[in-house]
């Protein structure tokens, strides 16, 4: 997406009021009915594709993420999912598996600040909310125009749910966040569309404005980058857009230098697998050049105010 798609500041999209005692978890959200049709476009479009992946793993009997809102919504969405995207059980799996990565850091942040506010960055069509919420915390998504309006349509907000449409780095939406009980910050499948320089700026605004609060991202190998800059990266009818920042799992510690605000990095490991992708995790995970050269999670933690 080029940076005249980019459109700043932050537009507040209507929910209701928050309840003064905690809630339980929806079961699901509740849009309206019939085919829904949807319309993106490049790096918004990646939302039907990691949709698409968690439905097609979740739809399984011996499935490793349970995901009935993702099944349904592409169900429900008029869209040629698999003639567009071609349906892989491998790549379901990996992505599942990279999905587990966050959720797993999510629940257990929950579990610390059960009130904490979870913020979602570049949130897409992503339902991890009514995949790990414990019916007390605050969600936020943050994310453009288009995809907030299409969030708002197809996965209407709870009591406990607000949407901003803003672009993520200008850092007006940082205003906008509940620090009382605690802050995660969630950026996935986001960063690797973003240059290097606006990756850096990110994580620096971040760790100074959201003091003990902490990021978890996600980010592809510098090989995997070139291909998709150079158009390389193309499966059926499908061209992945360009993804300039790249990072290979061995460079996480240079995520520090961000800003001193960044007080550790955390690698995040996925665990588990069927089959080959089970049998080879293992491998990639720690022989190198595969351990130090693949796609990772990780964790920044920020500095305690002084």
């Excluded at 594709?49 to 169900?75: C, F, H, S």
Aim: charged share 25%; net charge negative; glycine share 8%.
């Amino acid at each position: 997406m080029s940076e005249k798609q980019l459109i700043r500041g932050v537009e507040r999209v209507p929910t209701a009021a928050a309840p003064s005692e905690p809630s339980e978890p929806s079961g699901g959200p509740q849009p309206s009915g019939g085919p829904q049709a949807v319309d993106l476009t490049e790096i918004p479009e990646t939302a039907l594709w990691t949709l698409y992946q968690r439905a097609v793993e979740a739809r399984r009997p011996d499935a490793l993420l349970r995901d009935p809102q993702a099944v349904e919504l592409v169900e429900r969405i008029d869209y040629p999912f698999a003639e567009r995207f071609g349906t892989s059980a491998v790549q379901a799996q990996v992505q599942a598996l990279r999905v587990g990565c966050f959720d797993h850091e999510v629940a257990d942040f929950l579990v610390r600040e059960p009130r904490g506010t979870v913020v979602c960055l570049g949130d897409g069509l992503e339902t991890q909310f009514w995949r790990v919420d414990n019916g007390r915390a605050q969600w936020l998504s943050v994310d453009l125009p288009e995809a907030i309006a299409l969030r708002e349509r197809l996965l209407p907000p709870g009591p406990r749910q607000r949407y901003l449409a803003a672009d993520v780095t200008d850092l007006a939406w940082t205003e906008e966040v509940d620090r009382s009980h605690g802050v995660l910050l969630v950026a996935e499948g986001l960063l690797m569309y973003l240059q290097p320089a606006q990756v850096r700026a990110l994580i620096a605004g971040c760790a100074e404005r959201f003091p003990g609060g902490s990021l978890i991202l996600d980010s592809v190998p510098h090989w995997f980058s070139r291909l998709t800059v150079e158009g390389k990266m193309r499966t059926r009818g499908y061209q992945a857009p360009a993804m300039p920042w790249g990072m290979d799992a061995g460079e996480r510690a240079k995520l520090r230098t961000a800003s001193p605000a960044v007080a550790a990095v955390r690698d995040v490991r996925p665990s588990g697998g069927r089959g080959l992708v089970g049998a080879l995790l293992p491998l990639a995970l720690t022989l190198p050049p595969l351990s130090t050269r693949r796609p990772s999670v990780t964790v920044l933690e920020f500095a305690e105010q002084p």
